[in-house]
Every structure is written in structure tokens, then in C-alpha cells.
T-cell receptor
Framework: AQTVTQSQPEMSVQEAETVTLSCTYD???????LFWYKQPPSRQMILVIR??????QNATENRFSVNFQKAAKSFSLKISDSQLGDAAMYFC???????????FGQGTILTVHP | DSGVTQTPKHLITATGQRVTLRCSPR?????VYWYQQSLDQGLQFLIQ???????AKGNILERFSAQQFPDLHSELNLSSLELGDSALYFC?????????????FGEGSRLTVL
């Protein structure tokens, strides 16, 4: 079974600074998807960024980028120029290319200080 | 707006009672997933349906059951409720012709058991 581990229960960053959230996963599959979801206090699940395992190029969405290391099974999220609105719980998630469920990590609470 | 609709948004009930949570997936999505998120916890996969058929089962208690109807909406039934069942219950759907791997989440149903 696939597992996703987020080793940082909490992280903090100053506004306008950069922060990196860590995620590792375990799978025997070669083709899959990885995601970062943001959950603000409203508790809505918002997709931040997505990476296909067969793509070597790291995904980027505006201030959000990932460092995908397939061999190391590592998938970190970098948030640049942090904003107060970035404060939220962030979840790393895995999904097989055969589809089916998303498997989530335990989450990292990100605090942004003004 | 993800296009996934969940009702009710909030529900307060007593121990021993039974409740039904409803989910309408995005138009045309055949797959529906149910997740449970307890306080400050990650999302735990409960069950998946595809076009009316159970496709995968996760950590779903025997007191819980679900079904997907011909119009593709789904219901999660929770019975003999306990205090520990208090949680946010998410429904998600995914496209039939998948190409992004993404699941689309509803806003959740918050269940409080007193």
C-alpha cells in the first residue's frame, strides 16, 4: 500500500519570505500523480499544484513550485514571496496512475507572520 | 466552486442516532469518493463508488454504509453514532476520461455528535 509522510507538523515563515514543506512517499508503482492541497480555516480542499511522475520537469504555479525527486520518493513544496493568505494546512497526496483513491499525508500547518 | 455539492453543511446530533450525508458529483463524473477528517487530522479514505458499484473500501466502520444511485449522487449513512464520529466528511469526484489525476472536493459536511 502506498503511504505519504509529512514530517513537519508545523512550519512558520515571515511574509515575503520563502518556505519549503517536505513530503516523502512510498510506492512500488512507476507511474502516479502527486499533489499538494491547501486547506484554509474554511476547511475547503484547494488544489495548489500537481505533478505527473513521468514528467521530469518540476511543476510550477505562480509562487508555488515543487522539487520532485522520483528516485528518492520526495516531493517538496516551495512557496515564494509568502503571503498572509497562504496560512493554512497543507496536505501532500498520492494517486496511482491506475486512478482510485487519493492517499494523504498528515498535513503541515503553515503560519505566516506579518 | 468545484462543482461537487454536499449537504448538509453542518449537522448536530446525539449519540446512538443515524444520519445521512449526501453528495452530488460534478456533472458527468462517475466516480465518487468519501473521506473522513477528524479534528486536526489528515483525510482518511472511507469508500469509492464508480457508476453505482463499490470500487474500493478503506477504513470504513461497519456502522457506516454508502451507496451511489443511478443519477450518480451518493449517500453516506452513519448509524449508532459515537462521540468519536464527530468529523468533517468530504465527498470528491473524478472525471470519467481522466487526464489530470485530480479529485474535485466538495466543501464537506461537518458532523457533531453530542
Amino acid at each position: 500500500a502506498q503511504t505519504v509522510t509529512q514530517s513537519q507538523p508545523e512550519m512558520s515563515v515571515q511574509e515575503a519570505e520563502t518556505v519549503t514543506l517536505s513530503c516523502t512517499y512510498d510506492t512500488s508503482e512507476s507511474d502516479y500523480y502527486l499533489f499538494w492541497y491547501k486547506q484554509p480555516p474554511s476547511r475547503q480542499m484547494i488544489l495548489v499544484i500537481r505533478q505527473e511522475a513521468y514528467k521530469q520537469q518540476n511543476a510550477t504555479e505562480n509562487r508555488f513550485s515543487v522539487n520532485f525527486q522520483k528516485a528518492a520518493k520526495s516531493f517538496s513544496l516551495k512557496i515564494s514571496d509568502s503571503q498572509l493568505g497562504d496560512a493554512a494546512m497543507y496536505f501532500c497526496a498520492y494517486r496511482s496512475a491506475l486512478y482510485g483513491k487519493l492517499t494523504f499525508g498528515q498535513g503541515t500547518i503553515l503560519t505566516v507572520h506579518p | 466552486d468545484s462543482g461537487v455539492t454536499q449537504t448538509p453543511k453542518h449537522l448536530i446530533t446525539a449519540t446512538g442516532q443515524r444520519v445521512t450525508l449526501r453528495c452530488s458529483p460534478r456533472s458527468g463524473d462517475l466516480s465518487v469518493y468519501w473521506y473522513q477528517q477528524s479534528l486536526d487530522q489528515g483525510l482518511q479514505f472511507l469508500i469509492q463508488y464508480y457508476n453505482g458499484e463499490e470500487r474500493a473500501k478503506g477504513n470504513i466502520l461497519e456502522r457506516f454504509s454508502a451507496q451511489q444511485f443511478p443519477d450518480l449522487h451518493s449517500e453516506l449513512n452513519l448509524s449508532s453514532l459515537e462521540l468519536g464520529d464527530s468529523a468533517l466528511y468530504f465527498c470528491a469526484s473524478s472525471p470519467t476520461g481522466e487526464n489530470t489525476g485530480e479529485l474535485f472536493f466538495g466543501e464537506g459536511s461537518r458532523l457533531t455528535v453530542l
